[in-house]
């Protein structure tokens, strides 16, 4: 049987991070929202800013030079240059590496509106 770590608890339900994560991302055809476990201070996004912020395309005129963090909902909100493809793997690799889960993301397109994808288990 295996085992998973608690994470901790924040007070906030999956449904409040949803609502949150669609609204970083509505009407931003060029952000990606990603519900990042493990994420649960403020010490944890020095790392996550560094691998994400790297990624080829990703707008540092935006956010905070191209990301931001809500620590207490878990999410990552990367902001990409509006003529560059957002990199949904390349943020998902970026995470990883930083140490921490990605478990799924957030995108907003004027044809469908916000989806939800749920990221494959990592490989770790």
Not at 51 to 60: N, P, Q, R
Not at 62 to 80: E, I, M, P, R, Y
């Amino acid at each position: 049987m295996t085992t998973q770590a608690r994470s901790t608890d924040t007070g906030d339900t999956s449904e409040v991070r949803d609502q949150v994560a669609k609204g970083m991302v509505e009407n931003h055809p060029n952000y990606l929202a990603v519900h990042t476990k493990g994420l649960v201070c403020s010490s944890c996004g020095i790392g996550l800013r560094i691998h994400t912020s790297k990624l080829e395309g990703v707008d540092k005129s935006q956010l905070t030079k191209g990301v931001d963090l809500d620590v207490k909902k878990q999410l990552v909100l990367v902001a990409f240059k509006p003529d560059a493809a957002i990199d949904v793997d390349g943020v998902r690799e970026a995470i990883y590496k930083a140490g921490y889960d990605p478990v799924h993301y957030y995108l907003w397109t004027e044809m469908g509106g916000i989806t939800q994808t749920v990221y494959p288990a990592s490989e770790k």
